[in-house]
């Protein structure tokens, strides 16, 4: 994955409620004002370079920046923020490039907490 590339998310989504919906592979629309929680793993491959990923609203960061410290183990983080009705949210490589394992490689779960 490129640096500045969002995550795909290519599983069908199981989705409970209206607060969530996936826009498409890589982006995500929280439908009401609140706070929210991103949950992810990426399955990196054995030789991905050391990269970093970032949970973004909106194109901006929020939260830490989770970075691949070892190639070929899961990345893994969980970031709280608050969102509006009709924000994006995106999972977005940052630092260097990083590799994914084929297969099922990137999930997310995105809760409305309140």
């Known amino acids: 994955m490129a640096l500045g590339g969002a995550v795909a998310f290519n599983q069908a989504p199981l989705i409970a409620g209206t607060a969530i919906s996936k826009t498409?592979?890589?982006t995500f629309t929280v439908n009401f004002d609140g706070i929210y929680r991103a949950s992810y793993t990426?399955?990196?491959a054995l030789l991905s370079l050391l990269g970093s990923v970032r949970v973004q609203v909106?194109?901006?960061g929020v939260g830490p920046t989770a970075g691949l410290i070892l190639a070929g183990v899961?990345?893994?983080d969980q970031v709280t923020f608050q969102a509006n009705a009709g924000d994006t949210v995106q999972l977005v490589v940052?630092?260097?490039a990083l590799t994914?394992?084929?297969g099922d490689n990137a999930t997310i779960n995105l809760d409305?907490?309140?």
Do not use: E, F, W
């Open 58 to 60: 909106n194109g901006v």
């Open 100 to 102: 994914l394992a084929t």
């Open 42 to 44: 990426l399955r990196t």
């Open 112 to 114: 409305k907490i309140q």
């Open 94 to 96: 940052s630092g260097v």
């Open 74 to 76: 899961p990345l893994s």
């Open 24 to 26: 498409n592979d890589t």
